[in-house]
């Protein structure tokens, strides 16, 4: 195959995926611009005719709109801060440190992540509405009570545990017969390499948390602890579906997301550039 | 406390506005939640020991949650009286059946769902096709009705919906003196031949053309898109769906009514609707219970209409002036009374523990038949079986 | 000893949010419990009653197949696609926000959009027909609902192993691939020998996080098809939902570790096989 052959090859895979991941978002977004009996009418097609933005002044407009936001945010940040910090400081302890018990230790928590959600509900539920019994401020119905679980995640330990194994054992014996301490061997060599990795955990910590539903509508029971996707749930009706609230609700939602992640894709670049990965053998 | 599933059209919000006025001493925490996850939500409360005083339950729900204790006896709570007069003289006596467990009543029905029959008047009208009253009838109607204009074999405009679940199920087997459970509720009775000649009937409907399978991957349990879109022309199904219609298919004004489902030996219906329910955990049983006789005055009751558009389930809440308007979607017909009359033979679901099981085995059971994978008398045979042992467990 | 403090904030938020109600779960998985009355003991008797119950062999077969599906499907596109996002072309941030949108639209949101998609009268039906093939509902025929389900789960998650992969790739040593390049090394085999290798750790998290999410599958199930038509699409989650509904919480919590002795030996196995190889 000529070169010129294989480019083309390369951006029609790559054109022709990306429809296939934009056409059903297209149609969210076209439906979120949509009056609800327009949804199913015949010969409605993927632009709305009429264009109505009724659904974002409803999702808008949901009383404590700003109140949920705000929660939400406030989540996000207290789990993506914690989880960057604590997730990688142990996932470089499994990865590079060698101590008793740490493979029994590492396994213990990752049967933590086989278990459904579902059957620890209850449990945590009391156990949360046992702490704000004694500390009003903490536990059920409030923001603690949605951050506690999330706080370290084990799915990012894990993560960042095999993103570090990656990083050659020679790296860090050099520096050390260098004389370098344990401290300057992470900032000087470690950081600068797992700034791909560390994007990525920020990524997936904020998601998973952005978007979680199940555990915050548990623990929630008033709108002063309800995050963005269990308020927004409150716009459904019994027996009927508002289409274009329940779209604009996920585009609004996925707006900061997507904010995030453009940001933090620089890092996979400039992580390769600040990579000095230089001698491996 | 309170707990509501209704979601933005509640009925409950305006009427505790109205509650608090009268009674200042009662201070109401009110709290909405939506109806998909309400249940999940309200089984971790009661079990964590953190339950609202009052919710709103739906009551195919409420059989597991009374079998396993978590309602409170509203028999001991009222002493028999709701508003000042005894509880049994409020409601029909289907809707009794439905809020009795064990013999003490442990919710409230505030509002209703029992079936009959929606058709395109225009087009039974332009076809010269009388409303169908019996099974026979009924068949017949689909088969006039709908209209296959690509030649597929299955019906595209004005065919009859036919959806595979217990609802519809159940329907035509206590329309033809059939029931689900045995009188104790031990063991599966609806495979006997009467239960096996509904599910047949059921799989005519679409064999002979007229009926049109609405499996749950239309996106839309109300059928709504293919009304929209002329493809369903009659369905069978409660009284929310004239909210349902009157909010989202405005074009087809005037064009659709209403009437008793057709039947074989006797009407009948499932019972469903929504219970007012106590916890038996709960804080404050006396102000809840307050709160309900209240919810279920007459004037509050309007409200379970006006508001939400479903079907208020006292006795003088349907007779309530609001109510007896004619409906212009419906060409000017005043549909409730049809409702009320299925409310009156309509039989609520067996309670026991284990509904959501059967409840399961029965949908498998009714899809395997519609889809032909399995005959009727088979499908109905091994979901009894799988009955038999969940109840057994 | 730094090695002990560095993991020990991570010991204690698991042990206090995961590890103490999963001791109670699994001292409630040998009693029969409502979650109101008091527990009473039945030992093994959950246990048993599972194996020998039909609907939960059925649901197991349905993840193991929806799990195997997703697995084989996912990471390979995961792979595929971040190997050519890392190459130089033009709008590579755009084609990589592309592959991403859908991962950040939550699971309900897809699997409602997917309903829609695959319906009679969806999207897939009439493009079939452009090119004069018959239609099918998908998601109402047995035969291929669990198959239609697994296809939206791969759609919505690719993206994710599309990140993973692609930031692992940057640790891959550029000057490696340069220098196999001037002993003539081809593309296939610098990916074999070099590429492959260096994210052996990257493909162990992948497979291990990715099945322990497989056999976890609800979501999707419950927006797309209720776990029907005929059970076709029954999980072992969604088994397990079902005996939270009926407040069975005995057979509730036995069904989850049932499923974590599963995921345990599985996982044990690939870390073993992640190790040994490297």
């Given amino acids: 195959m000529t070169l010129r052959a294989k480019r083309f090859a390369l951006y029609a895979a790559l054109v022709l995926t990306s429809l296939m991941m934009l056409v059903p978002l297209g149609w969210t977004l076209s439906t979120s611009f949509k009056h ?46 914690l989880n960057v910090v604590f997730d990688s400081a142990a996932a470089y302890a499994f990865a590079k440190l060698r101590f008793r018990g740490s493979s029994f230790l590492f396994g213990l928590l990752l049967v933590t992540l086989m278990i459904p959600m579902q059957v620890n509900l209850i449990p945590l539920y009391r156990m949360m509405v046992w702490v704000h019994s004694i500390v009003p401020w903490l536990g059920a119905d409030t923001l603690s009570g949605i951050i506690a679980p999330s706080a370290i995640q ?68 008033s709108d002063a602890s309800r995050t963005l996707p269990v308020g927004l749930a409150l716009l459904s009706r019994k027996n009927t579906v508002n289409w274009p609230d329940t779209m604009a609700g996920a585009v609004i939602t996925a707006i900061p997301m997507i904010l995030i992640f453009i940001v933090l894709q620089r890092r996979f670049v400039e992580g390769l550039t600040a990579g000095s990965v230089k001698d491996v053998s | 406390m309170v707990w509501d599933y209704y979601g933005s059209s509640t009925p409950l919000k305006p009427a505790i506005a109205a509650f608090t006025k009268v009674h200042p001493e009662i201070t109401v925490k009110y709290e909405a939640f939506d109806y998909e996850t309400m249940q999940d939500k309200f089984s971790v409360a009661v079990s964590s020991n953190a339950a609202p005083d009052l919710a709103t339950l739906d009551m195919t729900w409420i059989p597991t949650y009374a079998a396993k204790g978590v309602l409170a006896d509203v028999s001991a709570l009222s002493g028999g009286q709701l508003n000042g007069a005894p509880i049994e003289s409020k409601y029909s006596k289907g809707a009794l ?44 109607a689909s088969k ?108 087809q004004s005037g064009k659709w009514a209403v009437a008793p489902a057709p039947f074989a030996k006797q009407p009948g219906s499932y019972l469903g609707g929504t219970g007012l329910s106590i916890p038996s955990n709960a804080k404050n049983p006396s102000a809840a219970w307050e709160l309900t006789q209240f919810l279920l005055q007459p004037a509050q009751q309007q409200l379970v209409y006006t508001s939400a558009g479903a079907a208020p389930a006292t006795t003088e809440g349907l007779a309530q002036p609001a109510l007896a308007q004619p409906d212009p979607f419906l060409g000017g017909q005043v549909a409730f009374p049809v409702f009320r009359d299925a409310l009156a033979t309509a039989t609520p679901y067996p ?25 009727s008398k088979e499908a109905l045979d091994q979901a009894a079986q799988t009955v038999d042992s969940a109840l057994a467990g | 000893m730094a090695g002990y403090l560095l993991v020990a904030p991570a010991l204690l938020a698991t042990g206090a949010f995961f590890l103490i109600p999963m001791v109670l779960s699994l001292v409630w998985s040998f009693t029969k419990y409502n979650g109101i009355a008091p527990p009473t003991w039945v030992g093994l008797s959950n246990y048993t009653d599972l194996l020998s119950d039909p609907a939960f062999r059925h649901a197991s ?22 190997l050519l996002l890392n190459n130089q072309i033009k709008g590579r941030a755009f084609f990589r926000a592309v592959y991403f949108l859908p991962v950040t639209t939550s699971l309900v949101v897809v699997a409602t959009i997917w309903k829609m998609l695959l319906n009679d009268e969806g999207l897939l039906n009439r493009l079939l027909a452009v090119f004069g093939l018959p239609g099918h509902d998908w998601l109402s025929d047995p035969s291929t609902s669990l198959l239609s389900v697994s296809a939206a789960s791969v759609w919505q998650g690719f993206g994710f192993e599309t990140v993973v992969f692609l930031a692992a790739l940057q640790l891959v040593p550029r000057e490696l691939h340069e220098a196999a390049s001037v002993d003539g090394a081809g593309a296939i085999r610098r990916f074999w020998h070099i590429t492959l290798p260096a994210l052996r750790p990257t493909f162990v998290f992948v497979y291990v996080v990715g099945i322990i999410g497989a056999f976890q599958v609800f979501d999707q199930v419950f927006v797309m098809t209720q776990g029907g038509p005929i059970s076709s699409t029954t999980t072992v989650v969604y088994y397990l939902v079902l005996r939270f509904r009926a407040l069975d919480l005995g057979h509730a919590s036995a069904t989850a570790y049932l499923l974590v002795v599963v995921l345990a030996s599985a996982s044990a196995a690939q870390l073993r096989l992640g190790r040994r190889t490297s």
Wanted: aromatic letters at 12%; hydrophobic letters at 45%; charged letters at 15%.
């Fill in chain 1, 36 to 81: 609800p009996e327009d949804v199913f009418a015949p010969g409605s097609g993927l632009i709305p005719n009429p264009f109505t933005s009724q659904a974002y002044r409803d999702v808008l407009g949901l009383l404590p709109f700003g109140r949920y936001f705000l929660n939400s945010v406030f989540v996000t940040a207290v789990v993506v801060g």
């Fill in chain 1, 154 to 221: 084990v799915f990012g330990i894990f993560l960042m545990r095999q993103f570090f194994v990656s990083i050659p054992d020679s790296l860090i014996e050099a520096a050390r017969l260098d004389g370098a301490g344990e401290f300057t061997i992470v900032r000087r060599i470690i950081l600068p390499i797992s700034l791909p990795g560390l994007a990525t955990l920020t990524i997936f910590t904020f998601l998973a948390s952005w978007n979680d539903f199940l555990w915050p509508l548990i623990v929630s029971s």
């Fill in chain 2, 97 to 140: 059946d439905a809020m009795t467990f064990d013999g003490h009543l442990i919710t409230a029905l505030y509002d209703f769902d029992a079936y009959a029959l929606y058709y395109r008047s225009d087009i039974m009208k332009k076809k010269g096709i009388t409303v169908p009253t019996n099974w026979t009838e009924l068949a017949t």
């Fill in chain 2, 144 to 251: 006039q009705m709908a209209e296959d204009s690509n030649g597929d074999g299955k019906p595209d405009r004005y065919a009859l919906q036919v959806l595979p679940d217990t609802f519809h199920f159940a329907q035509l087997l206590f329309q033809n003196g059939g029931s689900l459970l045995d009188k104790n509720n031990t063991t599966a009775v609806f495979n006997d031949p009467a239960g096996v000649a509904a599910l047949d009937y059921m799989k005519s409907l679409l064999d002979g053309g007229g009926g049109l399978y609405w499996g749950d991957s239309q996106g839309d349990s109300t059928g709504l898109p293919g009304i929209k879109d002329d493809r369903i022309g009659m369905f069978l199904n409660g009284p929310y769906m004239m909210g349902v219609l009157h909010d989202g298919d405005a074009g």
């Fill in chain 2, 351 to 375: 309670y026991v523990a284990s509904w959501p099981d059967i409840d399961k085995a029965l949908t498998d059971a009714v899809t395997a038949a519609l889809l032909g994978k399995s005959t």
């Fill in chain 3, 61 to 82: 077969a349905n993840t193991a197949t929806y799990a195997v599906i997703t697995m084989t499907v996912g990471p390979a596109l995961g792979l595929g696609s971040a």
